[in-house]
Nanobody, 117 residues
Framework: QVQLMESGGGLVQPGGSLRLSCVASGSISSIGYMAWYRQRAGEQRDLVAS???????NYADSVKGRVTISRDNAKNTVNLQMDTLKPEDTAVYYC???????????WGKGTQVTVSS
């Protein structure tokens, strides 16, 4: 079993920054894909950013240029640096991890990010 622990959420003013971190622990074999999703109130969960084991990244159009995803393979950690935050970034942010052997998808419990003055 794998556990994902997110941290770094909170309240920030518009234009501010936050750094989210997610640490994976447990029976980790080979990690393929790590990502951050977010879910605004009353909406579906959407991809924010993803990073492959190769380091290849992908970003939602709404966050390009403001968000950077990174991972530390040795520590089984994925980070999300968010800058120039906007009120519409307010959401619960979820860490997501795909193991490749055997293939299985895991989710964290989420961390709240609120952007408000």
């Amino acid at each position: 079993q794998v556990q994902l622990m997110e941290s770094g959420g909170g309240l920030v003013q518009p234009g501010g920054s936050l750094r989210l971190s997610c640490v994976a622990s447990g029976s980790i074999s080979s990690i393929g894909y790590m990502a951050w999703y977010r879910q605004r109130a009353g909406e579906q969960r959407d991809l924010v950013a993803s990073i492959m084991s190769s380091g290849r990244t992908n970003y939602a159009d709404s966050v390009k240029g403001r968000v950077t995803i990174s991972r530390d393979n040795a520590k089984n950690t994925v980070n999300l640096q968010m800058d120039t935050l906007k009120p519409e970034d307010t959401a619960v942010y979820y860490c997501n991890l795909l193991l490749t052997s055997p293939p299985k998808l895991y989710w964290g419990k989420g961390t709240q990010v609120t952007v408000s003055s």
